[in-house]
Protein backbone atom coordinates (compact mmCIF):
# COMPACT_ATOMS: atom_id res chain seq x y z
CA UNK A 1 0.00 0.00 0.00
CA UNK A 2 1.40 3.47 -0.61
CA UNK A 3 1.08 6.06 2.01
CA UNK A 4 0.66 9.71 0.43
CA UNK A 5 2.87 12.59 1.57
CA UNK A 6 -0.10 14.04 3.29
CA UNK A 7 -1.28 10.56 5.33
CA UNK A 8 2.62 9.57 6.72
CA UNK A 9 2.37 13.52 8.10
CA UNK A 10 -1.12 12.98 10.11
CA UNK A 11 0.41 9.02 10.64
CA UNK A 12 3.87 11.02 12.43
CA UNK A 13 1.77 13.34 14.30
CA UNK A 14 -0.67 10.91 15.30
CA UNK A 15 2.46 8.32 16.68
CA UNK A 16 3.91 11.37 18.12
CA UNK A 17 0.25 12.35 20.65
CA UNK A 18 -0.25 9.06 21.25
CA UNK A 19 3.87 8.89 22.11
CA UNK A 20 3.16 11.77 24.60
CA UNK A 21 -0.11 10.25 25.92
CA UNK A 22 1.73 7.13 27.42
CA UNK A 23 4.61 8.80 28.55
CA UNK A 24 3.46 11.22 30.65
CA UNK A 25 -0.03 9.93 30.85
CA UNK A 26 -1.41 13.15 29.37
CA UNK A 27 -2.13 14.07 25.52
CA UNK A 28 -1.24 17.51 25.99
CA UNK A 29 2.08 19.44 24.59
CA UNK A 30 2.70 22.58 24.09
CA UNK A 31 0.79 23.55 20.94
CA UNK A 32 0.74 26.51 18.74
CA UNK A 33 -2.34 28.36 20.77
CA UNK A 34 -0.52 27.47 24.12
CA UNK A 35 2.32 29.67 22.25
CA UNK A 36 -0.49 32.29 21.26
CA UNK A 37 -1.81 33.01 24.57
CA UNK A 38 2.03 33.22 26.02
CA UNK A 39 2.99 35.98 23.45
CA UNK A 40 -0.38 37.84 24.55
CA UNK A 41 1.31 37.87 28.42
CA UNK A 42 4.48 39.90 26.56
CA UNK A 43 3.06 43.36 26.08
CA UNK A 44 1.96 43.30 30.08
CA UNK A 45 5.83 43.17 31.07
CA UNK A 46 6.89 45.97 32.12
CA UNK A 47 10.17 45.78 30.87
CA UNK A 48 8.87 45.58 26.86
CA UNK A 49 10.75 43.41 24.76
CA UNK A 50 12.22 44.94 21.36
CA UNK A 51 14.14 44.03 19.22
CA UNK A 52 15.90 40.52 18.01
CA UNK A 53 15.03 38.63 21.42
CA UNK A 54 16.47 35.39 22.29
CA UNK A 55 13.41 32.84 23.07
CA UNK A 56 15.71 29.86 24.88
CA UNK A 57 13.88 26.33 24.52
CA UNK A 58 14.96 24.37 27.46
CA UNK A 59 14.44 20.70 27.04
CA UNK A 60 15.83 17.19 27.65
CA UNK A 61 17.43 15.66 24.66
CA UNK A 62 17.42 12.14 26.31
CA UNK A 63 13.55 12.43 27.08
CA UNK A 64 11.50 11.99 23.71
CA UNK A 65 8.43 13.96 25.04
CA UNK A 66 10.94 16.94 25.71
CA UNK A 67 12.22 16.59 22.56
CA UNK A 68 9.41 16.26 20.42
CA UNK A 69 7.83 19.04 22.40
CA UNK A 70 11.01 21.49 21.84
CA UNK A 71 10.94 20.87 18.08
CA UNK A 72 7.14 21.60 17.86
CA UNK A 73 8.06 24.65 19.41
CA UNK A 74 10.53 26.00 17.62
CA UNK A 75 8.94 24.91 14.20
CA UNK A 76 5.91 27.10 15.99
CA UNK A 77 8.27 29.92 16.40
CA UNK A 78 10.08 30.36 13.18
CA UNK A 79 6.62 30.00 11.13
CA UNK A 80 5.40 33.16 13.36
CA UNK A 81 8.31 34.91 14.84
CA UNK A 82 7.37 38.35 15.86
CA UNK A 83 5.54 39.58 19.00
CA UNK A 84 4.77 42.46 21.24
CA UNK A 85 6.92 45.15 18.77
CA UNK A 86 9.76 41.97 19.14
CA UNK A 87 11.61 39.62 16.64
CA UNK A 88 11.47 35.81 18.76
CA UNK A 89 14.97 34.23 18.31
CA UNK A 90 14.48 30.44 19.18
CA UNK A 91 17.67 29.01 20.71
CA UNK A 92 17.54 24.90 21.58
CA UNK A 93 18.97 24.84 25.61
CA UNK A 94 19.66 21.65 27.43
CA UNK A 95 20.09 21.69 31.08
CA UNK A 96 23.86 21.53 30.55
CA UNK A 97 23.57 24.67 28.50
CA UNK A 98 21.54 26.78 31.40
CA UNK A 99 23.84 29.46 31.14
CA UNK A 100 22.86 30.73 27.84
CA UNK A 101 19.47 32.18 29.80
CA UNK A 102 21.73 35.17 30.22
CA UNK A 103 21.21 35.93 26.12
CA UNK A 104 17.56 35.20 26.50
CA UNK A 105 14.79 37.68 28.00
CA UNK A 106 12.39 34.60 27.31
CA UNK A 107 12.43 31.16 27.94
CA UNK A 108 9.69 28.25 27.07
CA UNK A 109 10.53 24.77 29.30
CA UNK A 110 8.96 22.19 27.02
CA UNK A 111 7.45 19.00 28.99
CA UNK A 112 9.52 16.51 30.26
CA UNK A 113 12.00 19.10 32.30
CA UNK A 114 10.64 18.22 36.16
CA UNK A 115 14.48 17.02 37.27
CA UNK A 116 15.95 19.96 36.04
CA UNK A 117 13.11 22.61 37.67
CA UNK A 118 15.89 23.69 40.27
CA UNK A 119 18.32 24.16 37.51
CA UNK A 120 16.19 26.16 35.47
CA UNK A 121 14.86 28.02 38.08
CA UNK A 122 18.04 29.33 39.71
CA UNK A 123 19.58 30.18 35.92
CA UNK A 124 16.59 32.50 35.12
CA UNK A 125 16.19 34.06 38.02
CA UNK A 126 20.19 35.20 38.23
CA UNK A 127 19.59 35.91 34.39
CA UNK A 128 16.38 37.63 34.68
CA UNK A 129 14.72 35.41 32.41
CA UNK A 130 10.84 35.13 32.00
CA UNK A 131 10.00 31.56 31.86
CA UNK A 132 6.95 29.86 30.48
CA UNK A 133 5.81 26.48 30.25
CA UNK A 134 2.46 24.48 28.78
CA UNK A 135 3.68 22.02 31.75
CA UNK A 136 1.60 23.33 34.85
CA UNK A 137 4.28 21.46 37.17
CA UNK A 138 6.65 24.40 36.53
CA UNK A 139 4.67 26.94 37.92
CA UNK A 140 3.08 25.02 40.76
CA UNK A 141 6.50 24.24 42.27
CA UNK A 142 7.50 27.81 41.92
CA UNK A 143 10.12 27.33 39.08
CA UNK A 144 8.72 28.75 36.18
CA UNK A 145 6.73 32.31 36.26
CA UNK A 146 3.59 31.53 33.95
CA UNK A 147 1.99 28.04 32.80
CA UNK A 148 -0.41 28.82 30.05
CA UNK A 149 -3.16 26.08 28.72
CA UNK A 150 -5.63 27.10 25.58
CA UNK A 151 -7.84 23.67 25.79
CA UNK A 152 -10.55 23.55 26.72
CA UNK A 153 -10.31 26.78 28.44
CA UNK A 154 -7.64 29.89 28.23
CA UNK A 155 -6.12 29.96 31.50
CA UNK A 156 -2.82 31.79 32.73
CA UNK A 157 -1.23 30.84 35.56
CA UNK A 158 1.20 33.18 37.73
CA UNK A 159 3.93 32.23 40.32
CA UNK A 160 4.49 35.25 42.11
CA UNK A 161 7.57 33.56 44.05
CA UNK A 162 9.58 33.09 40.84
CA UNK A 163 8.71 36.42 39.37
CA UNK A 164 10.01 38.08 42.52
CA UNK A 165 13.37 35.39 42.13
CA UNK A 166 14.06 36.89 37.99
CA UNK A 167 12.63 40.29 39.06
CA UNK A 168 10.27 40.29 36.00
CA UNK A 169 7.34 42.68 36.56
CA UNK A 170 4.03 42.74 35.00
CA UNK A 171 1.59 45.61 34.56
CA UNK A 172 -0.64 46.09 37.50
CA UNK A 173 -3.88 44.82 35.31
CA UNK A 174 -1.87 41.51 34.92
CA UNK A 175 -2.61 39.78 37.92
CA UNK A 176 -6.25 40.36 37.55
CA UNK A 177 -6.02 38.00 33.79
CA UNK A 178 -4.36 35.31 35.70
CA UNK A 179 -4.61 32.54 38.53
CA UNK A 180 -2.03 33.12 40.97
CA UNK A 181 -0.29 29.97 42.21
Sequence with gaps: MKISGHTSKMLL????????????????ATDQK????????????????SGNVNVAIIYDPAVSTSKADADAIKAALEGNSSAAGATLVPVMVTPTELSKLGQAKLALVAYGMKTSFDAIATAAATSGTL?????????????????VVSSPTVDIYYSKTAADAGKIVFAPAFTMLVKQI
Design 131 to 147: TISADLECVKANKCVLG
Design 13 to 28: WACLIISTFVMTGTAH
Design 34 to 49: DLAVAEKTLPLLQDKL
